[in-house]
């Protein structure tokens, strides 16, 4: 439950960024603000200070001021407030995490469903094409897709997903990870299949659509709801990872991958910059692991029994 | 046994095609811009784009196409960078190669060692105070972004404490074994730490899980009735099967290290492997050199996938004749 309340915490956190930024520190986190000033302690201060040490060339971001109405984290390098770019960061690496898994989820219901319970030829061609997938390594089909997609959008038919959209970070990570939930979901309507029950509404003559919502999907919904939240974790540390690559979330959008990115070049100045995010990750993924493990133990009760946290 | 190694060749022969057919597809056929423009890169010139279009034969049949690139990236061996005009791909990648063996083998000992230590402990002490807090440390070590916790420790080691605590440590880059053993293994291990953290997690908490479920078997109890200690029995008897999970899962994770998955951490540190030239490329968007470390990566753990089966199918009969 504990991982359950973060998590949400952590959502609704994100989710008022656009409160904070125009409400509360009054700032706009997309747009580079050069010359800004901000005043404190009663001193106006320039947001990208002049280097004093060396030759003086270039400039630094404030640092944090800890305080909550104006540049809380300091400042990245084009000038933005770092906090409100990390809550609005947040609302892209959740939306793309959460949506990814869902879609994820679905595709792998109907296509481990399909494979498990009708078996033969969809059961062979969609068990090699998971085996293929699962052969090759996650990131370098996430990265092949992204360069290819990132460049020119997709287009399938009448649909067009621009360049710059959030869907094909979701769509991508969605696809490469169906395998690692369609196969496990297989094995288990194969053994469904051989049980009584089902054999039971074969022989009363049921439909095959009323077999698989009504026998298999209930039977097999505990195996995916625990997938879930360990989808969402995992699927938004690909997305953070991919981010950090710069083929992930497209700027000017922010995403906690893409502002760890920012803050590479500023890692020694201003560290904050990169650690911040770093660390919403984390938070977030650990909520959503225990999350799934405290999903997994209520749905299996001897799992609690064995003693798992 | 020599059928079953004949067998799972066969297969893994089929998937690497498969394999080769998708990247071919990814990058060539993929609906949006002109193949030609995208491998060219940003600043080519009509002349260049006329040039690949002939290379690659794109105005020609799909398996044309296919089959000339497979040419030009395993039998001629001459894809070249149109970004880097003249670089060599293949070369390129084979002399990135020990770089990310190195990396990718030492952190295999580490989190080997530490997973399987943390895992045999938790089980051990299921219940107690330490179990939780090793699992809470699994779980933490898997959410943490690698290229994230690479960072932070290069923060801490080559920032302010570089002049105490860590004057010790090397700057970043790569020294190789065979020039310099002791500098080969300093450079490398803060990179082995960072990289075995998250499979050290991934391992304690499989093994844990494993070892409690074989502490439940009958072989178990039957042990107990024998009067054998706690000791020899987690350690002979459940821990001998819990690691057949862990060797089959180890095979897939180093295969795709190997393969690429490994990038992250290569970056961070500066070590200069193919997760490296992968990023470089990336950043130039320099697509030949991306489809040859994604082909190659992708073979490899193939590869590395049918020589673990095999090893398998060495070790459990069972494997061998289902």
């Not at chain 1, 700027?251 to 560290?271: C, H, V």
């Not at chain 2, 990336?282 to 590395?304: E, K, R, S, T």
Request: aromatic share 10%; hydrophobic share 55%; glycine share 10%.
């Amino acid at each position: 439950m504990a991982g359950l309340a973060v998590f949400l915490l952590v959502v609704t956190i994100c989710l008022l960024a656009p409160v904070y930024a125009h409400d509360i520190a009054h700032v706009n986190p997309f747009a580079s603000n050069l010359q800004g000033t901000i005043v404190l302690h009663g001193k106006v201060v320039q947001l990208l200070q002049q280097n004093t040490q060396g030759l003086g060339l270039g400039v630094t971001p404030i640092g944090p001021t800890w305080n909550i109405s104006h540049y809380f984290l300091g400042a990245d390098n084009q000038g933005r407030d770092v906090f409100a770019r990390l809550l609005y960061g947040g609302r892209s690496s959740l939306l793309i995490g959460a949506a990814s898994a869902l879609i994820c989820c679905l595709a792998a219901t109907i296509l481990g469903l399909a494979a498990g319970y009708f078996g033969g030829p969809i059961d062979w061609v969609l068990s090699r094409i998971f085996d293929i997938i699962w052969a090759f390594p996650i990131y370098l089909l996430a990265i092949s897709l992204s360069v290819v997609l990132l460049t020119s959008g997709l287009q399938i038919g009448f649909i067009h997903i621009g360049p710059g959209s959030l869907m094909l970070p979701i769509l991508i990570i969605a696809a490469v990870f169906v395998p690692y939930v369609a196969r496990p979901l297989r094995g288990i309507v194969l053994s469904l299949r051989e049980r009584e029950f089902i054999q039971a509404a074969i022989g009363s003559g049921a439909s095959d659509y009323r077999i698989l919502m009504k026998e298999i999907l209930p039977n097999a919904a505990p195996t995916i709801i625990v997938f879930l939240p360990l989808m969402v974790a995992f699927n938004m540390l690909t997305e953070s990872a991919l981010s950090f690559l710069s083929i992930g979330v497209q700027p000017p959008a922010a995403s906690w991958g893409t502002i760890i990115n920012d803050g590479l070049g500023l890692l020694y100045t201003r560290p904050v910059v990169a650690i911040a995010p770093g660390l919403m990750i984390v938070v977030t993924a650990v909520a959503l692991n225990i999350l799934g493990d405290g999903a997994r133990d209520a749905f299996d009760p001897k799992a609690k029994l064995r003693g798992s946290i | 046994m020599g059928l079953f190694i004949i067998r799972r060749l066969t297969s893994a022969v089929l998937v690497m095609f498969a394999i080769s057919v998708l990247v071919f597809l990814i990058f060539f056929a993929t609906p949006g811009v002109d193949p030609a423009a995208r491998i060219a890169g940003r600043s080519a010139t009509p002349q260049i784009v006329a040039q690949i279009r002939h290379e690659f034969g794109l105005d020609r049949a799909l398996p044309i196409r296919y089959g000339l690139m497979m040419d030009h990236l395993f039998i001629k061996q001459d894809l070249s960078s149109y970004v880097n005009i003249g670089d060599r791909v293949v070369p390129q990648i084979i002399s990135a190669a020990p770089v990310t063996l190195s990396l990718v083998l030492g952190a295999a000992v580490i989190w080997l060692l530490v997973g399987v230590a943390g895992g045999v402990v938790a089980a051990a002490n299921r219940g107690k105070f330490i179990d939780p807090l090793i699992m809470f440390f699994g779980i933490a070590a898997i959410s943490v972004p690698a290229y994230w916790l690479g960072e932070v420790v290069n923060l801490i080691t080559q920032s302010k404490l570089h002049s105490s605590i860590f004057s010790w440590v090397p700057s970043s880059g790569f020294v190789s074994l065979s020039a310099n053993p002791g500098q080969w293994a300093l450079h490398l291990l803060f990179p082995w730490l960072t990289l075995a953290a998250l499979y050290a997690g991934i391992y304690a908490r499989v093994l844990r899980a494993e070892l409690v479920n074989a502490l439940n078997e009958d072989y178990v109890r039957t042990a107990r009735a024998k009067g054998l200690s706690e000791r020899r029995i987690l350690l002979r008897h459940a821990l001998r099967c819990s690691l057949i999970s862990i060797v089959s899962l180890f095979g897939l994770d180093f295969g795709a290290l190997i393969g690429g998955a490994a990038l992250l951490t290569e970056v961070v540190f500066g070590l200069p492997g193919v997760g490296q030239l992968t990023y470089t490329s990336l950043q130039n968007l320099d697509l030949p050199v991306i489809m040859g470390c994604v082909m190659y990566g992708a073979f490899f753990v193939v590869l590395a996938n049918a020589v673990v089966d095999v090893l398998y199918a060495f070790l459990d009969p069972r494997v061998r004749l289902a």
